[in-house]
């Protein structure tokens, strides 16, 4: 196997290896969380109180969604908002989600990852120097070559919890 950044074909240089970046990372999502049963996707530490596999997941989908529409300079709609968030509920955390299948999680994620590699298809890498806003208040600002970049890096940063919550379930099981 070959690893390698290059986008597909049709998208320019740097906006392609962006997206086989989050590509990249969205394998190895469903590679660490393949075989998980339901009980272990919606495990939430030794003492109950971390997030889940199906509420980081959920979180990763909503965070990309945002990405997504700012890069396509539009809001994001009232439909998504209902079906992937909040970002956060009432209490600062991330949502309760529980019985939700990690078939559907991941199925639900595939789709938002073809949404990004359409709106990356439509990206020259001129494009990437545009200056979008994001935060819970939209009160930060960066690049949009930021925004790709960073859904990489959010999800590898919650993939580690991901592989946290699976050695602890594992030796909860022994």
């Not at 980081?56 to 700012?70: G, Q, S």
């Amino acid at each position: 196997m070959l690893f390698d950044l290059k986008g597909d074909a049709n998208m320019s240089p740097i906006v392609g290896m962006l997206y086989s970046a989050v590509k990249e990372n969205d394998q190895r999502l469903q590679f660490i969380t393949a075989g998980m049963s339901q009980a272990e996707v919606d495990y939430k530490g030794p003492n109950n109180n971390f997030n889940s596999t199906a509420q980081l997941i959920k979180h990763l989908m909503y965070v990309d969604l945002n990405w997504i529409f700012r890069i396509k300079g539009e809001s994001l709609p009232q439909s998504f908002k209902e079906q992937y968030g909040p970002m956060i509920d009432e209490n600062n955390r991330l949502p309760m989600v529980k019985g939700m299948s990690l078939n559907t999680l991941m199925s639900q994620y595939v789709s938002i990852l073809e949404m990004l590699k359409e709106a990356c298809t439509n990206l020259t890498d001129a494009d990437l120097d545009k200056v979008v806003t994001f935060g819970h208040e939209n009160e930060k600002q960066a690049t949009i070559r930021w925004g790709i970049w960073h859904m990489a890096d959010h999800s590898r940063y919650h993939q580690a919890h991901i592989n946290q919550l699976r050695k602890w379930y594992r030796e909860n099981l022994d």
